[in-house]
């Protein structure tokens, strides 16, 4: 078996002496943390409008997608019963059965007539001014109208 050689005591007292002498090096100095800090905020200032930019086109990609999916259940409707809701009916004829229809063969979507990703019912008008039937959504202000979020978006 191998001997470890003794440790002589003033290696020992040398060693513990230079311990006390050097100064200890934890932790980060305030100008680091600046710089760490000032880092994040360019970080942050380059990210953050690029990912909110994408937030709104996905708000008006989903309108338009439900936009479809209802002008698809009225053709469904119109096809039925020979003619769409009116304006009165408005898109609730597509779940529920008018009480003056009697070819209604719904109801014509799974789920009840979706608000727009902004909380906001959709818009019917028949006869439409852009279509035969115009389905549309006011947009983020919920006012006719608008550039951008805030604009109309419409099945036209």
Known sequence: MGMVAPISLEYRMFSIRTSFLRPRQDGFTLLELLVVLVILGLLAGYVAPRYFSQVGKSEVTTAQAQIGALEKALDQYRIDTGRYPSTEQGLAALNVKPADEARWGGPYLKKAVPSDPWGNPY????????????????????????????????NW
């Open 123 to 154: 818009q019917y008008r028949m006869p439409g001014e852009h279509s035969e039937v115009d389905v549309f959504s006011l947009g983020r202000d919920g006012r006719p109208g608008g550039t951008e979020a805030d604009a109309d978006i419409g």
